[in-house]
C-alpha cells in the first residue's frame, strides 16, 4: 500500500523532480525549472539552494533576458558524488568507480585464490580499494551494485553460486550496506550482462531480448520490454539446469545438468581428457600446456584444433553447438524474444559456429529470432552495474536521502 503523502515526502520528491530536471535539461534557469515543475518561485529557490550547498548543482553563465536581469543557468555537477560497480565470478572480480554521470574514473581487475576463504570480504576489501585509488571521500559515495553468479534474490542474499561455494543464501547486501553505509543492489551478473548489451552493445535499444552466457557456467539474462524479468523467486534465466546433454547423478550442490557438461570449464576438462586419449600427440601435448598455462580459452582451442582437422576436435565442437542450439531454441520459443545474444566464451566458436547454431535454431522454432554474439565481453556486466547503480542513486535522488 502506498504511503500516505506527507510534507516530508513532498519535499524530497520536489527535490528529486528539480535535481532530475537540471540534470536531463541543464542548463536550465530558476525561472524555467518553476515552469515545468508547477512549485512556486520561492520553493525552487529553497531547493536549489539545498542542492547547491550539496555540491549536486552548480551556477555556470547567465541566459537570455526576457526583459529584466538575465537569469543565472544550473547545470548538474556529477562529480559531486560517485558510484561502485563491481562483478564476482569465481576467481576474478573486476569493477570500477564512476561519477553519476556513469564516466569510470577507476577500473580494476584481480584474480582471487581459487578458494577465497570469504569472497564477500574480498569483494568488500577490492571496493574500498577503488575508493583509496580515486583518491575520493567515502562520504561522497551514493550507491553500489554488484553482480554475481549466481540467484540473487530479492532481500539482497545470493544462493546457488558453486563458482563461490555459496548454496545457502549468503546475504551479501547486507554486509556491504553495513561496511559502506549507503544503498546496495545485488544482482545476477548474466542479467547485469543483457543490461549492458541492452544499454551500450549488441542489444542496444532492443526491448525484449535474451542473452545466453558461456562461462564457468551458463545463465541467461531476460528483459521483456526493456526490464529485466526474474521470475517469481528470482531464478529466471538459470538454463545451466536445463536437461540438456547425458544424463548422470548430480548432487543438489553440483552445477546444473547443461552446464555440467556444455560450461567452458566443462569443454575444457573433456577437451584435455580426449587429446589424452585420441589426440595425435602434438594436440594432446599441446592442450596439456594450454591447461598448464591457465590459457583459459577452451572453446577458441577447440575450434582451431576442429579447423586443423582434428576429427575428434570437430566432433567435440558439433555436439557444443548443438546443445546451445537447443538452449537457444528453448528460450526463443518460451520467450519470443526480438533478439538473442550469445556470450562469453561461446563467441569463440567464430562466425561459422554462429552460422550452425542460427541453422539449428530455425529447423526447431516456428519464429526465428535474430541471433548474434554480444560485443561487450566482460564489460558488459559493468557497464550493466553501473546503469543499475546510476538507478539505485537516482532512486535516492543521488545521495540525498528523504527526511525520516
Known amino acids: 500500500m502506498p ?28 525561472v524555467e525549472l ?14 536549489v539552494r539545498d542542492l547547491l550547498d550539496m555540491g549536486l548543482v552548480e551556477e555556470k553563465g547567465l541566459g537570455q533576458s526576457s526583459g529584466g536581469r538575465p537569469p543565472i543557468m544550473l547545470l548538474f555537477n556529477p562529480a559531486a558524488r560517485f558510484i561502485l560497480a563491481a562483478c ?21 581487475e584481480v584474480v582471487l585464490p581459487a578458494d577465497p576463504h570469504d569472497p564477500a570480504k574480498a569483494l568488500g576489501d577490492f571496493l574500498q580499494d ?10 561522497r559515495l551514493a550507491a553500489i551494485a554488484v553482480g554475481v ?11 546457488h553460486a558453486p563458482s563461490l561455494g ?17 544503498p546496495v543492489v545485488v544482482e545476477n551478473d548474466v542479467n547485469l550482462m ?33 526490464s529485466l524479468f526474474r521470475g517469481a523467486r528470482n531464478a529466471a534465466g538459470e538454463v545451466g539446469y536445463l536437461p540438456l546433454g547425458p544424463m548422470s547423478p548430480r548432487r543438489p550442490q553440483d552445477f546444473g545438468l547443461f552446464e555440467l557438461h556444455y560450461s567452458s570449464r566443462a569443454i575444457r576438462r573433456r577437451l584435455q581428457a580426449l587429446a589424452r586419449a585420441e589426440g595425435p600427440a602434438e594436440a594432446a601435448a599441446e592442450v596439456s600446456e594450454d591447461a598448464r598455462a591457465g590459457a583459459g580459452r577452451p572453446i577458441r582451442r577447440l575450434r582451431e584444433l576442429a579447423e586443423a582437422g582434428v576429427p575428434w576436435a570437430r566432433a567435440l565442437l558439433e555436439d557444443a553447438l548443438r546443445h546451445w542450439a537447443h538452449a537457444l531454441a528453448s528460450i526463443t520459443c518460451i520467450l519470443n524474444p526480438e533478439l538473442v545474444l550469445l556470450a562469453g566464451d561461446a563467441v569463440d566458436c567464430g562466425q561459422e559456429g554462429l552460422e550452425e547454431i542460427r541453422r539449428i535454431v530455425a529447423d526447431l522454432v516456428p519464429d526465428l529470432p535474430e541471433i548474434r554474439f554480444a560485443l561487450l565481453g566482460n564489460r558488459a556486466a559493468l557497464a550493466g552495474a553501473v546503469a543499475m547503480a546510476l538507478s539505485l542513486a537516482d532512486d535516492n535522488a543521488y545521495g540525498i536521502e528523504a527526511d525520516q
Not at 577503488?130 to 562520504?139: D, K, N, Q, Y
Not at 553468479?149 to 544462493?159: L, Q, R
Open 166 to 182: 555459496w548454496w545457502q543464501k549468503v546475504p551479501l547486501r547486507g554486509q556491504l550496506r553495513q561496511r559502506f553505509g549507503v
Open 130 to 139: 577503488l575508493i583509496s585509488r580515486a583518491g575520493v571521500e567515502s562520504s
Open 149 to 159: 553468479p549466481g540467484i540473487a534474490h530479492t532481500e539482497g542474499t545470493v544462493s
Open 194 to 226: 543483457a543490461l549492458g548489451e541492452y544499454f551500450q552493445g549488441a542489444g542496444e535499444g532492443v526491448a525484449n531480448l535474451a542473452l545466453m552466457h558461456v562461462s564457468e557456467g551458463i545463465g541467461a539474462g531476460i528483459l521483456i520490454d526493456g
Open 88 to 108: 564476482l565470478e569465481g576467481e576474478r572480480l573486476w569493477g570500477g568507480l564512476a561519477d553519476l554521470s556513469g564516466v569510470l574514473q577507476v577500473e580494476e
Open 3 to 30: 504511503r500516505p503523502a506527507n510534507a516530508r515526502l513532498m519535499k524530497h520528491l520536489n527535490r528529486h523532480a528539480v535535481l532530475s530536471l537540471i540534470r536531463d535539461r541543464g542548463p536550465i534557469s530558476r
Open 34 to 47: 518553476a515552469a515545468l515543475t508547477g512549485l512556486s518561485q520561492p520553493a525552487v529557490t529553497a531547493i
